[in-house]
């Protein structure tokens, strides 16, 4: 498998970086890799609504995803 493609765990890491860090207030992210946590990491800050001071992301925090599943489904549906 002379060209097989390969999954680059800090290439992937470094793209999510790219693309958020000077486009949103925070965010946070986790990879998994074969159903294990490979990586977490968060930057920036959140607010919840009723919540007057934000306060720093992090991967672990409970949030509410909104219609972020809309892609996903119509993806899956699809394919």
């Not at 959140?46 to 219609?67: C, F, H, V, Y």
């Amino acid at each position: 498998l002379k060209n097989a493609l390969v999954f680059d765990m800090d290439r992937f890491e470094q793209g999510i970086r790219n693309a958020f860090d000077s486009q949103t207030i925070g965010y946070a992210y986790a990879i998994n890799r074969h159903g294990q946590l490979a990586r977490e990491d968060a930057n920036g800050s959140s607010r919840l609504p009723g919540e007057s001071n934000p306060t720093l992301q992090d991967p672990r925090k409970r949030m509410n995803i909104a219609s972020v599943t809309k892609n996903l489904t119509a993806v899956a549906l699809l394919q």
